[in-house]
């Protein structure tokens, strides 16, 4: 049995069709895991997202930024960018069942026996991995509850940007939401930097990836996240793997085979 971790797809279908017959996926004896962002800038999410929820049986999935976006556009809570392509989604007689199915994934998966965790963005630095936990959790039991919607609305908020224990229900929440999907940097309190997106190096002076920031994790945790092309799956720590390799901006879609390692890459297709 192989379990292949895929980066962020966001609408490539082709290159993860090419992917997965790459991989030579068997349904009988492989699982696949997504980072999260299977939709979105690219040209094919509706494809792609029936394409994994009929995989969902054999796959792991956690939520990324571009799918809660998705979810909060089909609400209503948030408008349209010009940049965002899943109207083929929105539009769809099975929209409804498509965007249901999707709020039930969570936000963090963790495996034991490799003593992996994937979320979409990364592990806070201030949280161990239980904590990690224990927060997904609280953040999917909402996003399952009926008043679901709601905590579309209320996400979209750059505040608190500092993690506290003593946060409640919406500040809380939307900090979960955007620590597993929308980190990058922190400043030297912690607190999360939305405004900085490229490779390290390229920061302001205070900030740090939050794999260098000092942090709780164990240090045998082996986190995998997506979300950040520009690190272009280069992160300098052997237990922290990154994903993105910015299939959707001409780059490649990558998966690795966690029992190995061993990373499988597609480029980017002509259009
Ligand atoms: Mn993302």
Redesign the pocket.
């Given at each position: 049995m192989s379990t292949y971790i895929i980066g962020?797809v966001?609408g490539c279908y082709k290159e993860l069709v090419t992917l997965l017959d790459k991989i030579n996926f068997n349904e009988h004896t492989d699982r696949l895991w997504f980072v999260?962002?299977l939709v979105n800038r690219g040209p094919q999410s509706l494809a792609v997202l029936k394409l994994v929820k009929k995989l969902s049986d054999y796959s792991q999935i956690v939520l990324?930024?571009?799918d809660l976006h998705l979810l909060a556009a089909f609400f209503k809570k948030r408008a349209l960018h010009k940049q965002d392509t899943f109207t083929d989604v929105l539009l769809d007689d099975q929209a409804v069942q498509l965007l249901d199915w999707l709020r039930q994934q969570p936000l963090l998966h963790y495996d034991s026996e490799f003593h992996t965790v994937m979320t979409?963005?990364g592990l806070y630095p201030a949280w161990n991995l239980e904590l990690a936990q224990q927060l997904a959790e609280e953040v999917s039991k909402q996003l399952k509850s009926d008043h679901y919607v709601e905590l579309l609305g209320a996400m979209y908020t750059n505040q608190p940007s500092c993690w506290q224990a003593d946060l409640t229900d919406y500040p809380r929440w939307s900090f979960v939401i955007n620590a597993f999907?929308?980190m990058r940097y922190c400043d030297e309190k912690g607190c999360l930097v939305f405004n900085e997106e490229g490779p390290v190096g390229t920061q302001q002076k205070g900030l740090l990836p939050w794999f260098e920031m000092p942090n709780q994790r164990d240090s045998a945790l082996q986190v995998v996240f997506?979300?950040?092309a520009a690190l272009q799956g280069k992160t300098g720590k052997k237990n922290i793997i990154a994903l993105?390799t910015g299939c959707v901006w001409g780059g490649s879609l990558t998966a690795m085979r966690l029992e190995d390692k061993k990373f499988l890459v597609v480029n980017k297709a002509a259009s």
């Open positions: 962020d966001q999260g962002d990324g930024n571009h979409h963005a999907t929308r997506g979300h950040w993105d």
